[in-house]
């Protein structure tokens, strides 16, 4: 028998999805058997009492979780977030229901052995809850009381090589794209990067001396698996400034039907047979391509490298040989301020080791919004604010057109008086001797 | 700026707020210091480690204030 009736939360079982309260029901009765006999360190039904909260949150319309608190482990400014619940006589369970993020390793590669330590560790001394993974790319752990934290990080930091990720007004934990481990459209090694940013901005990481969160995703290329360019301060994505590598025995393979489109991804359903015309040039968004006389062209100049050539033709269609990435700044989720993609700040560079002028651009990115940023502004905000010229100002980067959608959009370059012959100063009576009022 | 007269400083205007205000950002702190935030940092890191200042976090935002004040370090102790 359950400890707390929830029949709302039993109708979210009823759909055809994969429900998190089915999950979360199990989880209760295996602590309840306890069949591995652990000797639990916060309350054996913490789950049951979480199920009944958010049953009678349901009933209620509104929240019985307290916003944040002053838990963390000595030193860190984040890792860990704070949550009590404001009924806990009615759910001692969940009195202390702190969250842990656990730093992921880039492209989230582990041995089940790892996880089955992290979820031991958890199930000792957490709920056994966890999410896999947050939206920064985590390992959450859902769900501890206050004395076990010091408890789980001396376990993680000395016996499991494991750190805490970011939260707070900290670097977020950076996350990646699986990259060249296993994708052949990686165009820079997406772990390398990722692996040494975590490592190099540590201080960032832990100790929070920023206006608000900043984010690092990196994807290999602009198929954007980790979707940096739609929620990263700073994306980092693979690019390449060549000629993209035509195979034209393997395109006319692709025409004649002897290759799979998309190298299969859609064959669940007959959808004709393969219009090269209409599936892959007429869907250039540049109108960079020609298939004419069994051969394929591109005009590499106006391609901009969007991938769905080349993710329809896997095996004709292949990346360029001289690679690298473009850095975008300011994309956020609607928190504030409203949703904002990335803007293109630097076209191309190298993403070789030991990444020194990537690391000044994003020192110096650091010292204008740590300067400038008002409390609780991402840096698309502030952009957005002071400006993109500023931005390059700040970095020292020159003004490219690339950065600039079309002529007059944009409008935020702007030109100063010094730039311009002259100055602002205009002799009137000079100038109204060939203009009439 | 020497830590113990930055320690001071930070202690004498959080204390002089306490009626009103317990938490605040790091960019009121390096304010007050009169520094640039990077030479704030290492110093109002200091203060954490020696448990002058403590930090509160939302989750999303990091607040700072002196140890064991505020609303929430009370109910901290009773849970
Ligand atoms: S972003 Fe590109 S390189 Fe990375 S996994 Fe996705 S397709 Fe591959
Ligand atoms: S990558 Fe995109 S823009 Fe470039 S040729 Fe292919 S479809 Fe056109």
Redesign the interface.
């Given at each position: 028998m359950a400890k707390h009736e929830t029949p709302l939360l039993d109708q979210l079982e009823s759909g055809p999805w994969p429900s998190f309260v089915s999950d979360l029901k199990q989880e209760a009765e295996k602590r309840a058997k306890n069949e591995k006999g652990v000797e639990f360190q916060i309350p054996e039904d913490v789950v049951e009492d979480l199920l009944g909260v958010l049953e009678l949150s349901y009933k209620h319309g509104r929240t019985h979780w307290?916003?944040?608190?002053?838990?963390?482990v000595f030193?860190y400014?984040?890792g860990?977030?704070?949550r009590?619940c404001d009924q806990?006589e009615k759910f001692p369970g969940v009195?202390?229901f702190h969250?842990m993020r656990v730093n992921q390793p880039a492209g989230k590669f582990y041995k089940a052995e790892y996880l089955r330590e992290l979820c031991d560790l958890w199930d000792f001394r957490g709920s056994g809850i966890t999410n896999m993974h947050g939206s920064t790319g985590d390992i959450i752990f859902i769900g501890t009381t206050?004395p076990q934290l010091e408890e789980i990080f001396y376990e993680m930091t000395h016996n499991m090589n494991q750190d805490l990720g970011g939260?707070?007004?900290?670097l977020r934990t950076p996350s990646d794209c699986i990259g060249q481990a296993r994708c052949e459209y990686a165009c820079y090694d997406t772990q390398a990067i990722c692996h040494t940013f975590t490592n190099e901005y540590q201080d960032e990481l832990h100790?929070?001396?920023?206006?608000?969160?900043f984010k690092f995703k990196f994807d290999g290329c602009p198929n954007c698996c980790v979707a940096s360019i739609a929620r990263a301060d700073m994306s980092f994505v693979g690019t390449w400034r060549d000629d993209i590598r035509i195979d034209q025995k393997a395109v006319k393979a692709y025409v004649g039907g002897e290759l799979a489109p998309n190298a299969g991804a859609h064959a669940g359903r007959d959808w004709g047979s393969f219009d090269i015309q209409k599936e892959v040039v007429d869907l250039c968004p540049t109108e960079c391509m020609r298939y004419e006389g069994d051969k394929l062209e591109i005009n590499t100049k106006e391609c901009t490298r969007c991938m769905h050539c080349i993710n329809v033709m896997p095996r004709a269609l292949r990346i360029g040989n001289d690679r690298g990435l473009s850095i975008l700044v300011g994309a956020k989720a609607p928190?504030l301020d409203g949703a904002q993609m990335g803007s293109l700040l630097v076209p191309f560079i190298k993403a070789e080791e030991p990444y020194d002028e990537i690391k000044e651009i994003i020192e110096s990115i650091w010292?204008w919004w740590?300067?400038e940023?008002?409390?609780?502004e991402r840096l698309g905000e502030l952009l957005k604010r002071q400006g993109f010229q500023k931005l390059l100002e700040m970095t020292g980067l020159e003004p490219d057109p690339r950065m600039v959608q079309e002529p007059r959009s944009n409008p935020y370059i702007f030109w100063k008086e010094d730039e311009v012959e002259g100055g602002w100063e205009r002799d009137i009576d000079e100038f109204r001797k060939h203009h009439q009022r | 700026m020497e830590y113990n007269e930055a320690k001071e400083k930070i202690v004498e205007a959080l204390q002089k707020k306490q009626k009103t205000k317990t938490k605040f950002?790091?960019?009121?702190l390096a304010k007050i210091l009169e520094e640039?935030?990077?030479v704030?940092?290492k110093l109002?890191?200091q203060m954490?480690?020696e448990q002058v200042l403590?930090?509160?976090?939302?989750?999303?935002?990091?607040l700072y204030g002196l140890t064991g004040t505020g609303k929430?370090?009370a109910?901290?102790d009773e849970?």
């Open positions: 307290k916003h944040g608190g002053i838990v963390g030193g400014g984040g860990v977030i704070g009590y806990p009195a202390h969250t206050t939260s707070g007004s900290n100790r929070p001396a920023f206006p608000y969160k928190i010292d740590m300067e940023g008002k409390n609780r | 950002y790091f960019n009121d640039k935030p990077r704030a940092k109002i890191n954490i480690q403590e930090y509160w976090s939302s989750g999303s935002t990091t929430q370090a109910a901290e849970a």
